[in-house]
């Protein structure tokens, strides 16, 4: 298997903050102002049904690959290849979302999917594999998709995130959380990272130690569920 495909990459390790890292994020953040400049031109029925099939396509895409080069690379397993973490499950949702236009699956990706997808983006687990692995292309293509999906439903179809919406978000997420610890235990796996911290460097080595971060994690996401709501929020109160 070449080197962009190996499984047990022995490219240099991800650095964070370095080019590899900002022109990714760089990029993410051009398309998302594209959306806001061009979001009235792309109102018009048919463009936003091209553009919807566009990046549902394209999340589809990313994660099929990746299954497929895990299978094919003998290296799926239960244990770390299933898309139960947060960020990973946020691209299958965006996909159901961007097709059945669901409001209330908006409500969720918009914290849920937003606030975990930028978080990974930030801060990558990727360890080995940096540029120009296929597994650096498909983490920065599918989370920045899901970037990119909530902030078209936002500009192009105005979905409007609510309180009520951040609440049973939070909700859903701990009812989530605690059903993957049963999991992990019961497969001896890490999804969600509730069981120990990454190997990599991370918000939560920020937060204490096992279990403690646990509860700082909590915290952390209803802050930061409220930054995501803020500018909505701001909007109503003095542009109404």
């Given amino acids: 298997m070449h080197a962009p495909f190996q499984i047990h990459s022995n490219l240099h390790s991800f650095r964070l903050f370095s080019v590899e890292h900002v022109l990714p994020l760089g990029i993410i953040l051009v398309l998302c102002t594209l959306l806001f400049i061009y979001r009235r031109k792309l109102k018009e029925t048919r463009k936003r049904r091209y553009l ?4 549902a396509f394209f999340l589809s895409l990313s994660t099929a690959l990746e ?5 094919y690379g003998h290296a799926w397993s239960l244990k770390e290849s299933l898309p139960l973490q947060l960020s990973d499950l946020s ?9 059945t236009r669901s409001k209330k699956l908006f409500q969720f990706l918009y914290f849920a999917g937003l ?5 990974a983006i930030l801060t990558p687990d990727l360890g080995r594999y940096s540029f120009p692995h296929f597994e650096y292309f498909e983490f920065f293509v599918s989370h920045g998709g899901v970037v990119l999906a909530c902030t078209f439903m936002v500009l192009v179809f105005n979905y409007y995130p609510t309180l009520q919406g951040m609440w049973a978000t939070i909700f859903i997420v701990n009812l989530y959380s605690g059903i993957v610890f049963f999991l992990n235990k019961w497969l001896g796996a890490n999804y969600l990272y509730i069981m120990k911290k990454p190997k990599s460097s991370s918000l ?3 937060l ?8 700082s994690i909590e915290l952390v996401m209803v802050l930061s569920f409220y930054i995501l709501y803020s500018p909505f929020w701001i909007k109503r109160k003095y542009f109404h």
Wanted: no cysteine; charged share 5%; proline share 3%.
């Fill in 91 to 99: 691209v299958i949702l965006a996909v159901v979302m961007l097709f």
């Fill in 208 to 215: 204490g130690q096992w279990p403690w971060y646990l509860l």
């Fill in 67 to 71: 299954q497929i080069w895990l299978l």
């Fill in 115 to 119: 606030g975990s997808s930028i978080q």
């Fill in 52 to 55: 919807s099939f566009f990046l």
């Fill in 204 to 206: 939560l080595d920020y």
